[in-house]
């Protein structure tokens, strides 16, 4: 099948799931026409950003459900969402009105593209409504001292806003919010900002960085917004950005957001809320067809993740019994709906796409992210990334402490994946609560509770990471500390040692106290075998095998661990700590 038809099956199985969850026939004003979402039975405020996707819908069956859908949506939310002052609430307890920016952009892409399929009454009240929002987003100074995806997002809202209304003001003002780039990247050109303030510099000298929001958000937004204008300089310093994330984009169509300011909504593919990445992969196919083989992965990911016509918040969800929540699905159904709208899929020479243009396939070696106290070792076959990011987002948030944060086999997938430190609910209506499962911590982490507070190596900010010259043997150095960073006292010192070889990692770890936990990323019908050294995890493709001398124990048996973020499940291996240098190896065999 080809990547147009796999996007228009997308399109229409996430068109069906979103149209069974819509609220219809209510004789409440405040539900009638908005989602109810299975996995959290609320509503999500943003639910009408599935508009355009359902009028394309509509046009390409030729299926007035669709455009009855899209109206419902946007009278659902003139009446439930609307402020006198222009505003969308993101939610209907929400005070937070930023999220108008996302609204303008697609009640201008409808208009833009289907006022004819709207109908004169719909295109009338639309058009009003769009103007209101205008004129707030364009007179909203706050949005400048917020997270990076707010300011130059606004500038392509404010771009369309000026087309629709032939407005020179909107597009003046567009054009002074996209002056921020330049000043908002690296020295590796990634884009920082969220995290506020933005010109705050953490002790290990780290930017705020988020890999979800940049690829999904931030970076599609800008180069859509310098497309429209047909500004080179800004489309080459954008594409300069979006090669510069492809570090973290991995072989099977993933990211890496082990580490990120914002990974409490990491979904693998993505981040919970926000549009997707596939307009930046596919505006380097366009440019160079060998980066085609990205765009297919990715896709790839995405029907995987799709579950009863819903895109699922991570690769696990569906083994782990975890709904789809539907705000997932109504931002990358209109994602796609652009694209295929929009973009020149039948250009690309499909066939001339491969993997090798990937940083992780190409690059062996060490590569060091200053910026995210970061590093990323390229192996042959596998890679992983390394971090100590101290950018304190939120309590709890993204792990420290020189933890191997992701370990990724060429055949075998995700090894190790480091999830949140505590699992909190930074935005309530944005994240999942789990059910039914282990909730707990994948990262890899040397752990010891006392009186009921957990102390762990993943808190430790300050924790000292030094590489030899061969960028092959990673040693850390770091106290145990709690979610507060404080430390355990007693006991508190722990060393970690990674030796990254051609075919296997060995872990060599001392701690005064507590364990070693070693979440493995395993499905739950994946086979597990044991002896009294060894534990053998048959995947896919290849055999994980973790072997301990000192011994190890399965506390849940052979009960799967869950996390939510990216959502994966996990076999939880324990090593104790006896106070001295103790060495475990992660290999792998490929199945014949």
């Known amino acids: 099948m080809s990547v147009q038809n796999d996007l228009k099956e997308l399109l229409f199985q996430w068109g069906e799931g979103l149209l069974q969850t819509q609220v219809r026939n209510s004789q409440s004003k405040r539900l009638n026409g908005t989602f109810l979402c299975p996995a959290c039975t609320v509503v999500h405020g943003r639910s009408?950003?599935?508009?355009?996707?359902f009028l394309l819908i509509a046009e390409e069956k030729n299926d007035s459900r669709y455009r009855q859908a899209a109206i419902d949506l946007f009278t659902w939310a003139d009446h439930t969402l609307s402020l006198p002052n222009g505003a969308f609430l993101n939610d209907?307890?929400?005070?937070?009105?930023?999220?108008?920016?996302?609204?303008?952009?697609?009640?201008?892409?409808?208009?833009?593209?289907?006022?004819?399929?709207?109908?004169?009454?719909?295109?009338?009240?639309?058009?009003?409504?769009?103007?209101?929002?205008?004129e707030f987003i364009y007179g909203l100074e706050s949005l400048m001292h917020n997270n990076i995806n707010y300011p130059l997002s606004n500038a392509l809202a404010l771009h369309l806003c000026s087309i629709v209304f032939a407005d020179e003001r909107y597009a003046r003002r567009a054009a002074e919010l996209a002056e921020l780039l330049p000043s908002v990247l690296t020295e590796n050109h990634l884009l920082f900002g969220e995290g506020v303030p933005r010109t705050k510099i953490s002790n290990r000298g780290c930017r705020s960085v988020d890999i979800g929001?940049?690829?999904?958000?931030?970076?599609?937004?800008?180069?859509?917004?310098?497309?429209?204008?047909?500004?080179?300089?800004?489309?080459?310093?954008?594409?300069?950005?979006?090669?510069?994330?492809?570090?973290?984009?991995?072989?099977d169509g993933g990211w890496d957001n082990s580490f990120g300011t914002r990974n409490f909504k990491w979904t693998y593919?993505?981040?919970?809320?926000?549009?997707?990445?596939?307009?930046?992969?596919?505006?380097?196919?366009?440019?160079?067809?060998?980066?085609?083989?990205?765009?297919?992965?990715?896709?790839s990911l995405l029907q995987k993740a799709t579950v009863n016509n819903l895109l699922l918040g991570g690769p696990h969800y569906h083994q782990a019994g975890q709904e789809a929540c539907v705000h997932h699905t109504f931002e990358h159904i209109s994602m796609v709906a652009k694209i295929l709208k929009h973009s020149r899929?039948?250009?690309?020479?499909?066939?001339?796409?491969?993997?090798?243009?990937?940083?992780?396939?190409?690059?062996?070696?060490?590569?060091?992210?200053?910026?995210?106290?970061?590093?990323?070792?390229?192996?042959?076959?596998?890679?992983?990334?390394?971090?100590?990011?101290?950018?304190?987002?939120?309590?709890?948030?993204?792990?420290?402490?020189?933890?191997?944060?992701?370990?990724?086999?060429?055949?075998?997938?995700v090894i190790l994946a480091a999830s949140m430190g505590e699992y909190t609910l930074r935005e309530r209506k944005n994240q999942q609560v789990p059910y039914g499962v282990i909730h707990e911590c994948l990262a890899l982490?040397?752990?010891?509770?006392?009186?009921?507070?957990?102390?762990?190596?993943?808190?430790?900010?300050?924790?000292?990471?030094?590489?030899?010259?061969?960028?092959?043997?990673?040693?850390?150095?770091?106290?145990?500390?709690?979610?507060?960073?404080?430390?355990?006292?007693?006991?508190?010192?722990?060393?970690?040692?990674?030796?990254?070889?051609?075919?296997r990692v060995t872990i060599v770890f001392a701690?005064?106290?507590?364990?070693?936990?070693?979440?493995?990323?395993?499905?739950?019908?994946?086979?597990?075998?044991?002896?009294?050294?060894?534990?053998?995890?048959?995947?896919?493709?290849?055999?994980?095998?973790?072997?301990?001398?000192?011994?190890?124990?399965?506390?849940?048996?052979?009960?799967?661990?869950?996390?939510?973020?990216?959502?994966?499940?996990?076999?939880?291996?324990?090593?104790?700590?006896k106070n001295k240098k103790q060495r475990i190896h992660l290999s792998w065999k490929y199945n014949k």
Request: charged content about 25%.
């Open 92 to 134: 209907v307890d929400s005070s937070w009105l930023g999220t108008t920016v996302f609204a303008a952009i697609n009640l201008a892409d409808c208009l833009l593209d289907f006022s004819n399929l709207l109908g004169e009454e719909a295109v009338r009240m639309m058009t009003v409504r769009l103007r209101a929002a205008a």
């Open 345 to 413: 899929l039948e250009q690309i020479d499909w066939d001339s796409g491969t993997l090798e243009v990937l940083p992780r396939k190409r690059h062996v070696g060490l590569k060091e992210f200053k910026e995210l106290a970061t590093w990323v070792t390229v192996k042959p076959t596998y890679n992983a990334t390394i971090t100590a990011y101290d950018w304190p987002y939120m309590v709890g948030g993204h792990v420290s402490g020189g933890t191997l944060s992701l370990l990724y086999g060429f055949q075998t997938g």
């Open 269 to 299: 593919w993505g981040s919970r809320t926000s549009d997707g990445s596939l307009p930046i992969l596919l505006a380097l196919a366009e440019r160079d067809s060998r980066y085609g083989s990205l765009v297919q992965r990715h896709v």
């Open 48 to 53: 009408f950003d599935a508009m355009y996707a």
């Open 213 to 251: 929001y940049n690829v999904e958000e931030t970076l599609p937004n800008v180069l859509r917004y310098a497309q429209l204008i047909d500004d080179e300089d800004l489309i080459d310093l954008t594409m300069r950005s979006i090669l510069a994330h492809l570090w973290f984009f991995l072989e």
């Open 445 to 503: 982490r040397i752990e010891e509770t006392r009186d009921e507070t957990t102390y762990s190596s993943i808190y430790d900010t300050s924790a000292g990471v030094l590489w030899n010259d061969q960028g092959d043997v990673c040693t850390v150095m770091g106290t145990l500390r709690n979610s507060n960073e404080e430390e355990l006292g007693n006991g508190s010192f722990y060393t970690f040692e990674y030796r990254f070889l051609e075919d």
């Open 511 to 577: 701690s005064e106290a507590g364990k070693l936990v070693i979440p493995i990323i395993s499905r739950s019908d994946e086979t597990i075998e044991t002896t009294a050294e060894k534990v053998l995890i048959t995947k896919d493709k290849a055999t994980v095998t973790l072997e301990s001398k000192p011994g190890f124990e399965l506390p849940y048996g052979e009960e799967r661990i869950f996390n939510l973020c990216p959502g994966f499940q996990a076999l939880r291996i324990d090593v104790p700590s």
